[in-house]
């Protein structure tokens, strides 16, 4: 447990940097989200600082919205691309992501699988929580046998992402999103929770029987996987954290 962002962002620049480290040639699997953007700039700092370096990294995407014009600024490409690409010295055609207008996107889903596979699969997957559960765009009910595949997005997602949109009506209704089997097949997971909004999606995910409901219960089910919390994301649990 952490007491806020800054140790958060701490704690994931510390993973990244330890991978790079061992295996520059990692690959990244990068959620998006207000919760990941203080770990992305210290992530940026130490390059800056000559600490790491991203030049043989490859970034796989974890989720992406439909429906939009790929100039369009709340797109999760355009966020790693003044997060990470902008900042960092990775290349940025070492930024991966399903191709979001194809013809076919079922197809795209499958060719995103196919890739990840072929990548030798993900070394470190990145996740927030969605204040209903959802891990990447799985929105509950979602089973741990899900890959890659076109979402419809729940209001509750939907009204949390509102922010960058002119209005719910202006906000994605869909996206393309690695499934929890996607997910659960990282090698080392790492999941940030913060803020009060996130506590009881938390709480399902660590104490109550693994279930469809609660997407993020099954990452119990991985042999390493991480939660770091701060304070007010771990309030609800019943048992202590470290
Ligand atoms: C983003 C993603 C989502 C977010 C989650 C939390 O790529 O897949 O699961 O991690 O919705 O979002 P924030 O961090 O904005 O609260």
């Known amino acids: 447990m952490v007491t806020d962002a800054h140790g958060a962002a701490q704690l994931v620049a510390d ?31 130490r390059y800056r ?33 003044r997060a990470v690409i ?17 013809a076919n996107l079922d197809q795209a889903c499958r060719l995103y699988e196919r890739r990840i596979h072929d990548l030798g699969g993900v070394d470190l997957q990145l996740l927030g929580i969605g204040s209903n559960g959802h ?34 009506d202006d906000t994605p209704t869909r996206a393309i999103t690695q499934g929890v089997g996607t997910i659960l097949g990282a090698r080392r997971i790492v999941l940030v929770a913060l803020g009060t909004s996130k506590a009881a999606a938390v709480r399902a ?21 991480t939660f770091i919390l701060d304070i007010e994301a771990a309030a609800m649990l019943t048992r202590a954290p470290r």
């Open 15 to 45: 993973v990244l940097c330890r991978l790079l480290t061992v295996k520059r040639s990692a690959v990244l699997g990068l959620a998006t989200g207000r919760t990941m953007a203080p770990a992305y700039a210290e992530l940026s700092r």
């Open 49 to 81: 600082a000559g600490l790491v370096s991203l030049a043989n990294a490859t970034a796989v995407m974890l989720d992406e919205y439909l429906d939009l014009p790929a100039s369009h600024p709340a797109t999760f490409g355009s966020y790693l691309q």
């Open 86 to 102: 902008d900042r960092t010295d990775l290349p940025p055609e070492s930024l991966i992501g399903p191709d979001v207008h194809a």
């Open 135 to 168: 891990i990447g765009f799985n929105e509950p009910p979602a089973t741990a046998a899900t890959t890659t595949r076109v979402v419809p997005l729940d209001r509750r997602t939907r009204l949390d992402n509102a922010g960058p949109f002119c209005g719910l």
């Open 205 to 225: 995910a660590v104490e109550f029987t693994p279930s469809e409901a609660a997407p993020a219960s099954a990452l119990r089910a991985h042999l390493d996987c």
